[in-house]
């Protein structure tokens, strides 16, 4: 291989690593876009995640997955539902550290 073959090789490999460090969404991607309920019945929750700022969105995002439907919404992580069902499941994990201890 010539030097310029080397060359351009080189280029090419430099500005594909590059091209991977650039972030391709400027707010990130997060699950929960606009429609987000202030409350949720609690008879109707299955299952509750809640999903941290992170590299990817810089938002909390609260979801609910419901029972009967078996469907996912999000509930507005500055309501009063979602601030309680936060301190639950920060209890529940301190908790369960205590325990290990």
């Not at 351009?8 to 500005?15: E, G, H, K, P, Q």
């Not at 690593?17 to 606009?34: E, H, N, P, W, Y």
């Not at 309680?84 to 325990?99: P, Y």
């Amino acid at each position: 291989m010539n030097m310029k073959g080397t060359a351009i090789a080189l280029a090419v490999i430099i500005c594909a690593t590059a091209v991977q460090g650039f972030s391709m969404f400027k707010r990130g991607r997060c699950l929960c876009i606009d429609h987000r309920a202030k409350a949720v019945k609690l008879a109707d929750i299955e299952t509750v995640s809640v999903i941290y700022p992170s590299n990817g969105c810089d938002k909390v995002e609260v979801i609910i997955t419901l029972k009967g439907h078996k469907r996912q919404t999000c509930l507005d992580p500055k309501s009063k539902q979602a601030r309680l069902i936060r301190q639950a499941i920060e209890r529940k994990k301190f908790l369960g550290h205590q325990k290990k201890w």
